[in-house]
């Protein structure tokens, strides 16, 4: 199975990421809908589209508005968006309200349930997350192979997710600060290195891919791969565009 990082930032992007948007081609499926969501168009191959919302931040969201140009160049004979009731709810309310952007696209908002199924023989399962405003992280299975999707959470290996996330071949893991800002991350609900390294191999995952960079970070290494490194060398750090098989 493929997936494509599109953006690899949160809050804003900047010169080498976008916010938050993964695609897994073959299934249509997308996980969040940031900044990044424009260049969905492009990897496209199925005629129906399901976008899964970790939460409603404007850096996870904000891609839904671009719709328009999505299905314009990719027809598309139906686009669903599963969300938490309160996070489809504040979308409708705010985001397309018609002060700040005058038409809704046409998609179908579809509140989350305990597992969805996916091609393939595939299950996406939710579990809830702390941080500000409520969030999700997800789980897909398949016979053969797995992955989960975390963000915007403060990393802790004694949490209640660490089970929802065990022994998956692949984990997007938000990591949007260096150790040396921890106190950072515990403030504004994000993780640093070496906690999320920690999660990684408390969980017994495959492989980590640190995703959610602190946006004024542009260069090669933004969180010190290193330390993630010592504690769980099977780390890489996401790039925006960087293709996954797992």
Not at 180 to 189: F, L, P, Q, S
Request: with cysteine.
């Amino acid at each position: 199975m493929r997936i494509i990082l599109l953006g690899t930032t949160g809050y804003h992007p900047n010169d080498r990421r976008h916010t938050p948007c993964m695609v897994l081609p073959k299934c249509g499926v997308l996980l969040d809908a940031g900044t990044a969501m424009y260049r969905v168009g492009r990897y496209l191959e199925t005629p129906e589209i399901d976008i899964f919302l970790t939460h409603a931040h404007i850096d996870h969201v904000i891609g839904l508005t671009y719709l328009f140009d999505i299905v314009r160049d990719h027809p598309l004979r139906h686009v669903r968006v599963h969300g938490l009731p309160e996070h489809l709810a504040a979308l409708d309310e705010h985001l397309f309200a018609s002060v700040l952007f005058p038409k809704k696209p046409a998609f179908e908002s579809c509140p989350l349930t305990d597992g969805v199924d996916l091609p393939g023989g595939g299950r996406l399962t939710h579990f809830p997350l702390e941080h500000q405003g409520s969030s999700v992280g997800f789980r897909l299975d398949w016979p053969d192979r797995s992955m989960a999707y975390v963000t915007d959470t403060t990393a802790d290996s004694a949490a209640d997710y660490v089970s929802r996330i065990a022994g998956v071949d692949l984990l997007l893991h938000e990591c949007y600060y260096s150790d040396e800002h921890a106190d950072w991350a515990r403030k504004t609900g994000h993780s640093s290195t070496s906690l999320v390294a920690e999660v990684a191999k408390k969980a017994g995952v495959g492989r980590l891919v640190l995703v959610h960079i602190n946006p004024s970070r542009i260069d090669d290494d933004p969180v010190g791969l290193g330390t993630a490194q010592i504690l769980f060398p099977r780390t890489e750090i996401g790039e925006d565009l960087m293709e996954l098989e797992f």
